[in-house]
């Protein structure tokens, strides 16, 4: 599997649009991929910090089931 194809897999955005970017080596698909992952990584932790800041209201002991309630 070509990075590319870790690149499609990854970010779900199809092929045809990625080669849209043009001549690109595989270390420029790794870059981007790399770079989509941690974008992806960072907006993950910061809609758990804001969900969590959210929930301040309700006691701790509470916050997993309302989470739960909420988000399921």
Same mark, same amino acid.
């Given at each position: 599997? /070509? %990075? #590319?194809? !870790?690149?499609? %897999?990854?970010?779900?955005? $199809?092929?045809?649009? #990625? &080669?849209?970017? /043009? %001549?690109?080596?595989?270390?420029?698909?790794?870059?981007? !991929?790399?770079? *989509? &992952? /941690?974008? !992806?990584?960072?907006? &993950?932790?910061?809609?758990?910090?804001? #969900? %969590?800041? /959210?929930?301040?209201?309700? $006691?701790?002991?509470?916050?997993?089931?309302?989470?739960? #309630?909420? *988000?399921?």
């Amino acid at each position: 599997m /070509g %990075e #590319i194809d !870790r690149l499609v %897999e990854v970010s779900r955005v $199809p092929r045809s649009d #990625i &080669e849209a970017l /043009g %001549e690109l080596d595989d270390s420029h698909y790794t870059v981007l !991929r790399t770079a *989509f &992952e /941690g974008a !992806r990584d960072r907006r &993950e932790q910061e809609l758990n910090a804001a #969900i %969590e800041n /959210g929930l301040t209201w309700v $006691p701790r002991l509470l916050r997993p089931v309302m989470r739960r #309630i909420l *988000f399921s």
